[in-house]
């Protein structure tokens, strides 16, 4: 499976400024996905990444407060604008494909971020 | 549109303890199932999966069944070991939907000595 690392690992933040989280993949994939984990909580699917192309959003999460950059196949970026304490979270980014198929994901270790 | 149901946890069993966590789904189509697990601090693991009808995913001990007639994946172990203290999480893909991953809520499992 794809070896998957994102920066920074952690973070506390002020209200109000904004983070960019990274993630590198030590293989070329065609789509990346990038979740939040809210404390306590399960995984919810902020938006899709792929080369080349404008990522597409899910419900509930917007260009401006999330912007995604995709300028390759083994590189992502999302920031988190503006940040608030309601941002606190634990920030995933997926791959999909490797060994077990393209119906799999496999994720990164997370960054856990901080807003006071 | 899909859905994923896990228990609720915490779920706290002693050590050599038989362990099943229960799964079911809603989708349209015919899933992917996946079982992932998050130990403390870390990223998610995929655990094991099952791609259609009978099949059976294992891994470490783990094992799940696919069955469509409960639309559930419920995972089992049949003795735990205190390193198996993590937050397991059911989760679905359809193959039509981008591989698009619907997680459950998640189940904390803990395992004391």
């Known amino acids: 499976s794809a070896v998957i690392s994102q920066k920074p690992s952690r973070d506390i933040c002020q209200r109000g400024t904004s983070l960019t989280i990274q993630c590198q993949v030590d293989?070329?994939?065609?789509?990346m996905f990038w979740y939040r984990q809210q404390p306590g909580q399960s995984l919810t699917l902020i938006a899709t990444?792929?080369?080349?192309?404008?990522?597409?959003?899910e419900s509930g999460f917007v260009i401006d407060k999330f912007p995604i950059s995709r300028p390759n196949l083994t590189f992502s970026t999302l920031t988190v604008s503006n940040m608030s304490p309601e941002d606190s979270s634990i920030y995933l980014c997926?791959?999909?494909?490797?060994?077990?198929?393209?119906?799999?994901?496999?994720f990164g270790p997370g960054t856990r971020l901080t807003v006071l | 549109g899909d859905s994923v149901t896990q228990m609720e946890g915490p779920v706290t069993l002693s050590e050599e303890a038989f362990l099943t966590i229960n799964c079911t789904y809603t989708a349209t189509g015919y899933p992917s199932l996946f079982w992932y697990v998050q130990y403390p601090g870390e990223g998610l693991q995929l655990l094991l999966k099952?791609?259609?009808?009978?099949d059976k995913g294992s891994n470490k001990g783990f094992e799940a069944t696919y069955r469509k007639e409960t639309t559930s994946f419920h995972l089992e172990k049949g003795s735990v070991q205190v390193s198996d203290s993590a937050v397991y999480f059911c989760?679905?893909?359809?193959?039509?939907?981008?591989?698009?991953?619907?997680f459950g809520g998640g189940t904390r499992l803990m395992v004391k000595p």
């Open positions: 989760a679905l893909s359809e193959k039509g939907a981008g591989n698009m991953l619907t």
């Open positions: 990444a792929n080369q080349g192309s404008e990522a597409t959003y």
């Open positions: 997926s791959v999909e494909g490797g060994e077990q198929g393209s119906d799999t994901q496999y």
């Open positions: 293989s070329q994939v065609t789509m």
């Open positions: 099952a791609t259609k009808a009978d």
